[in-house]
């Protein structure tokens, strides 16, 4: 069946990088789209990156552009975020998560996500 795991969270402070890694058992397809999304405590799920697995286009927050990276590995259906210059407003739990379609910044069109890994930015 579908799944995706997330790895490479951690407790870091401020101005530090972290990589987040997503394995995901499934086949992919031309159409299909990964994307990052973050979760803190009382507040609404945020979508932090996109990329096409096929088409080559991104998409990333206002928040983490310049800051954060996000690339794709098809061999071996891996996609990463690289996240650079941490800042406690950072500070959420990180999902992957995969659908069938475009570039969508409403979480509810992602079809698959994974279980989350926690991203802690202190000062």
């Known amino acids: 069946q579908v799944q995706l795991v997330e790895s490479g969270g951690g407790l870091v402070q401020a101005g530090a990088s972290l990589r987040l890694s997503c394995a995901a058992s499934i086949r992919t397809f031309s159409t299909s789209t990964m994307g990052w999304f973050r979760q803190a405590p009382g507040k609404e799920r945020e979508c932090v990156a996109q990329i096409s697995w096929s088409g080559g286009a991104t998409y990333y927050a206002d928040s983490v552009k310049g800051r954060f990276t996000i690339s794709r590995d098809n061999a071996k259906n891996t996609v990463y975020l690289q996240m650079n210059s941490l800042q406690p407003e950072d500070t959420a739990v990180y999902y992957c998560?995969?659908?069938?379609?475009?570039?969508?910044?409403?979480?509810?069109?992602?079809?698959?996500w994974g279980q989350g890994t926690q991203v802690t930015v202190s000062s």
């Open positions: 998560a995969a659908r069938n379609g475009p570039i969508s910044s409403t979480w509810s069109r992602y079809d698959y």
